[in-house]
C-alpha cells in the first residue's frame, strides 16, 4: 500500500470517529477538535519533497515537448525521425568518464541500459577512482553489457576521453559524465540529429539539473573574446528557452561526434587537465570544416558536481584551471591579428584583479608560458585553417562573462510556505529559476527576475487572498503574467489561477488579488512578454523585481469603507494605485485607467433602515485630474462574485477643482466587496509638454481619498 493510500485510510478513520462524537457534549467537541488536528497533520505529511517534486517536474518537462511539437505541427515528423534513428544500425560507442563516482556510477549506467535506440556500446573509463567506482561499474555492466577500462592513475577528463577513444568502435561516439543521467530516448534523438548531413561532426545534448529538471544546465556553448566560456540556455526554464540551432561547442557531458570528424580532427587536448577540452574540441570541429548543432530533444539530468568526489563547483582550483585553459584554447585559435588586443585586454584585467585573483591569473600565464611550445604546434597544425565563425562567439570582452545570467537556483520543496519574502534567507529554497540575488533598496529587500521565473508555495490551509510587493523595470515592458499550477495534477500545464500584474510609471506597487485555493503545494510562474536591458550600466535582461507574495487565509480588515489617511488601507488595495500622497492635510492616491479596492460591511448593512453611511448610504470622497478624462464608472459587487457580473454601479462625470464629496445610493449587506474603478481615459503631462498644468509622467484616472459606509 503507497503513502497516499495509507493517509486516506488514517483520514476516514478521523472522520467516522468525527462523525461517531457528535451529540457526546463537550467531550464531542474535543474530539471533534482533536480529529480535526489529525486530520489537518494527515493533509500536511503529504507535503511535496523533493525526490516527488523532481519527478513531477520531469513530467511537466514532458508535458512541455509534447505540446511544443503538436504546437510547431512537427510531432509526426519527430515522430518519423525518432523511428528512423531507432531503426538505425549506425553503432554508437557511449564513453562514460568517472573518477571517484560510486555513489552515482551505478544510475547513470543503468539509465544507459534503457536506452530506446537498439545499436550502442558502453565504454566507462575510470580515470584513478579511490573508491569503489571500478567494482559499481563492472557489476552494473556485467554479462557483456560494456566494457570498463582503468586507467592506474588520474590523469584527467581529456586523457580519459582518449582512452575510451581507444576502445570505442562506434560511427557515433557519445560522451557522458558519470553524474549524466540520461532520458530513454537521448540516444535515438542523439543520432536522428546527426542525420544523413555529413557537414555535422559534433552533437550537443539538451543537459539539465538533475536535481530542477525543468532547468537547463546548457543547450551547446559560446565564447566572448577573452576566451571565458559560457553554455547557452544556462539556467533558463525549458519552458521559456529558446534554443540553438547550432553552437560553438558541446558541452562535454551529452556530447557527441561523428567518427569521420575525429578521424580528420584527432585527440582531444590531455594538457587541460579538466574543463575547456570540450571548448577547444567545438573549435577544432569548425575550423576542419564540421558543424556542431543542438539536439533538443536529446536530454540528460545532469548531477553537476556529484561525481569526482563532490567538491565545490566553484573551487579555487576550478578557477584555475579554467583561467589557464581558457588561455590556452585563444592562444591556440585567436587570428594573430587579435592576439595583441586581447592581451592588451589580459593586462588591463590584470591590473584591476585583487591580489586573490592576480595571482591566479599570473599561475595561469606561467603555466601556459611552459606549455608555449605544444600550443605553437597546434596553431602551425591548424595554419590555413579557417577560423570559427564570428556569428557563434560573443562580441564581449572582460572576464565577467557571462554577464546577466541568473544564477543557478537550488530549490529546496520541503521548505516552501505561503509567502515569499526575498528578506528572508531562508526564502532561497522555494526559488525555482529566473531570480537574480536579493538587493536592498530604500530599505527594502527585492529580487530581480528576468523574463521567466518560478517559485514553489505551500499552502497549509485555504487561500482566499494573496498580495504582491513588486517593482518595475524603467520602460513600460508590458507587466508581469502570473499563474499558478498543481503539481501532480492531471494536466500539469493547466493553471489553477493566474493574474496581470500591470506595468506601472512607479517605483514600487503593492497589489492584492481574489483567490480560491485549496491548502497544498503550487508552482508558481512569473513571466514578462518583453525584458529590458541598458548596458554598460545593465547587462542584465530583467522583466520585474519582487519583494514579497504573501497567501492569506482571510482578508484581515475593519468595516466600514477605505480611508487613505491609515496605514491599514494598503491593505485594502487591489490593483491601479499609486503610492499614497499628502496635501493641504488631506491624504489621497491616484490611481490609473482601472482600480480596484476592497471593502467590508458591518451587520446592519448599508444605505438599508438602520445601517450606516452618507447621503444614499455612502459617501466617496475624490478628484480627476487638471486635464479632462471624460469621468469614470464605479463598480460594486460581492467578493465571491465573478469578475464582470452584475452588481451596483454608477457613472461619475468629470468635474473641475481640487476635492469633491458625493453620496451614493448603494445598498449592501453585511459582507465584503470589491470596488472597482474604471476611468475613460487617463492624463498626463509628460516632461510637463503642456505649460499651463504641472508635469505628470503617470497616466491618471483619478484620486480617492475615503469611501465612507
Not at 66 to 87: D, I, K, L, M, V
Not at 398 to 410: I, K, L, M, Q
Not at 460 to 465: C, M, S, V
Request: negative net charge.
Amino acid at each position: 500500500m503507497n503513502g497516499n493510500a495509507l493517509a486516506g485510510g488514517e483520514l476516514r478513520k478521523a472522520v467516522l470517529g468525527l462523525k461517531r462524537s457528535v451529540g457526546a457534549g463537550s467531550v464531542a467537541q474535543a474530539h471533534a477538535t482533536a480529529c480535526t488536528g489529525a486530520i489537518a497533520a494527515l493533509c500536511n505529511d503529504r507535503r511535496m519533497d523533493g525526490r516527488r517534486w523532481t519527478a513531477e517536474q520531469r513530467r511537466l518537462r514532458e508535458a512541455l515537448r509534447t505540446r511544443e511539437r503538436r504546437e510547431e505541427g512537427g510531432e509526426r515528423n519527430g515522430e518519423r525521425a525518432a523511428a528512423a534513428a531507432s531503426e538505425s544500425c549506425v553503432l554508437v560507442s557511449v564513453i562514460v568518464v568517472c573518477w571517484n563516482s560510486a555513489d552515482v556510477i551505478g544510475r547513470c549506467l543503468r539509465a544507459l541500459l534503457e536506452q530506446e535506440y537498439g545499436s550502442y556500446e558502453i565504454v566507462v573509463v575510470d580515470d584513478g577512482s579511490e573508491d569503489q567506482t571500478r567494482a559499481v561499474a563492472e557489476r552494473e555492466l556485467a554479462g557483456g553489457r560494456g566494457t570498463v577500462v582503468a586507467s592506474p592513475v588520474n590523469r584527467g577528463c581529456p586523457h580519459a576521453r582518449n582512452l575510451g577513444l581507444q576502445h570505442a568502435r562506434g560511427e557515433i561516439v557519445a560522451f557522458i559524465d558519470a553524474d549524466g543521467f540520461a532520458a530513454p530516448g537521448w540516444l535515438r534523438e542523439v543520432v536522428a540529429a546527426f542525420g544523413a548531413d555529413r557537414t555535422i561532426g559534433g552533437v550537443a545534448s539538451t543537459v539539465f539539473f538533475a536535481d530542477d529538471p525543468l532547468a537547463i544546465n546548457g543547450a551547446g556553448g559560446t565564447v566572448n573574446r577573452q576566451g571565458w566560456a559560457a553554455d547557452l540556455a544556462m539556467n533558463e526554464s525549458y519552458e521559456r528557452a529558446q534554443l540553438a540551432g547550432e553552437a560553438l561547442y558541446a558541452m562535454g557531458c551529452g556530447m557527441a561526434l561523428r567518427r569521420e570528424a575525429i578521424d580528420s580532427v584527432g585527440r582531444f587536448d590531455d594538457r587541460m587537465l579538466n574543463y575547456y577540452d570540450d571548448v577547444d574540441y567545438g573549435v577544432r570541429l569548425w575550423r576542419a570544416g564540421y558543424r556542431v548543432v543542438v539536439a533538443g530533444g536529446a536530454w540528460i539530468d545532469h548531477g553537476f558536481g556529484e561525481a569526482g568526489g563532490g567538491g565545490s563547483d566553484e573551487s579555487a582550483y576550478k578557477r584555475l584551471l579554467c583561467e589557464r585553459h581558457r588561455m590556452r584554447v585563444v592562444l591556440k585559435h585567436a587570428p594573430l591579428g587579435e592576439l595583441g588586443r586581447w592581451a592588451r585586454h589580459e593586462l588591463d584585467e590584470l591590473r584591476r584583479a585583487d591580489r586573490e585573483r592576480r595571482s591566479r591569473k599570473l599561475r595561469a600565464i606561467a603555466w601556459n608560458v611552459r606549455h608555449m611550445r605544444s600550443t605553437g604546434a597546434a596553431r602551425r597544425a591548424l595554419h590555413g585553417a579557417p577560423p570559427a565563425p564570428q556569428r557563434l562567439i560573443d562580441p564581449s570582452w572582460g572576464d565577467g562573462f557571462p554577464v546577466g545570467v541568473p544564477p543557478r537556483a537550488r530549490p529546496r520543496p520541503e521548505a516552501a510556505g505561503s509567502a515569499l519574502e526575498m528578506a528572508d534567507e531562508g526564502s532561497e529554497g522555494q526559488l525555482l529559476y529566473g531570480w537574480f540575488p536579493t538587493e536592498r533598496v530604500a530599505g527594502r529587500s527585492r529580487r530581480w527576475a528576468g523574463v521567466q521565473a518560478g517559485a514553489l508555495i505551500r499552502l497549509g490551509e485555504r487561500a482566499r487572498r494573496v498580495r504582491f510587493d513588486y517593482a518595475h523595470v524603467p520602460v513600460d515592458g508590458g507587466g508581469v503574467e502570473v499563474s499558478m499550477r498543481r503539481p501532480g495534477a492531471p494536466q500539469p500545464l493547466v493553471p489553477v489561477w493566474g493574474t496581470h500584474l500591470p506595468w506601472r510609471y512607479a517605483e514600487r506597487s503593492v497589489e492584492s488579488r481574489v483567490v480560491d485555493l485549496e491548502a497544498g503545494d503550487y508552482e508558481v510562474v512569473f513571466s514578462a512578454p518583453r525584458a529590458w536591458t541598458d548596458p554598460p550600466g545593465e547587462t542584465r535582461r530583467l522583466g520585474f523585481a519582487l519583494a514579497s507574495m504573501a497567501f492569506a487565509e482571510s482578508w484581515e480588515i475593519a468595516a466600514g469603507g477605505i480611508d487613505m489617511a491609515k496605514e491599514e488601507a494598503e491593505e485594502q488595495l487591489l490593483s491601479g494605485w499609486f503610492e499614497g500622497e499628502q496635501s493641504a492635510g488631506r491624504h489621497y492616491r491616484w490611481a490609473g485607467e482601472h482600480a480596484e479596492a476592497i471593502v467590508r460591511v458591518a451587520e446592519g448593512g448599508v444605505g438599508a433602515e438602520g445601517g450606516v453611511g452618507g447621503v444614499g448610504g455612502a459617501s466617496l470622497s475624490y478628484r480627476f485630474p487638471p486635464g479632462s478624462t471624460g469621468g469614470l464608472r464605479m463598480s460594486v459587487r460581492a467578493v465571491d462574485a465573478r469578475e464582470g457580473d452584475a452588481g451596483w454601479s454608477t457613472r461619475i462625470e468629470w468635474r473641475e477643482g481640487e476635492w469633491h464629496e458625493q453620496g451614493l445610493d448603494l445598498r449592501l449587506g453585511a459582507g465584503d466587496y470589491v470596488v472597482t474603478f474604471d476611468a475613460d481615459r487617463t492624463w498626463s503631462n509628460v516632461e510637463g509638454e503642456d505649460g499651463s498644468l504641472p508635469p505628470e509622467n503617470r497616466e491618471l484616472g483619478f484620486a480617492l481619498s475615503s469611501i465612507v459606509l
